[in-house]
C-alpha cells in the first residue's frame, strides 16, 4: 500500500538535515502508532520496517514507546533468553 500526503517545504528540509528520511520516518511513526494503540503487535512492527526485535526494541524507546508484548511474544524472549546461558 502506498500512502501519499504533503508536508511543508521547512519541515521537509528539517528532516533531511538531521539525517532523516521524511518517507522512512512517517512509515516508522504509522506502525509505531499502532503498535502503541495495541493494533499491531512488536512482530509486525519488525515484519513491516524489515527490523530485528531488538532494533524495534531501539525504535519504540527513541520514540519513547514501552515494550507491550503478547503473551507469545514475551515466551518466545524467554525461550531465547534461555538459549543464551
Known amino acids: 500500500m502506498t500512502i501519499t500526503f504533503e508536508i511543508p517545504g521547512d ?7 538531521s539525517g532523516a528520511d521524511p518517507n522512512q520516518t512517517a512509515k516508522e511513526l504509522l506502525l509505531i502508532e499502532l503498535y502503541r494503540q495495541r493494533r499491531i503487535t512488536h512482530h509486525r512492527v519488525a515484519q513491516a520496517l524489515g527490523l530485528s526485535r531488538y532494533e524495534v526494541d ?3 524507546k527513541r520514540y519513547d514507546v514501552p515494550l507491550d508484548l503478547t503473551l507469545d511474544e514475551l515466551r518466545a524472549e524467554a525461550l531465547c533468553l534461555r538459549g543464551l546461558r
Do not use: F, K
Not at 11 to 17: K, P, T
Open 58 to 60: 531501539g525504535l519504540l
Open 11 to 17: 519541515i521537509e528540509e528539517q528532516l533531511w538535515s
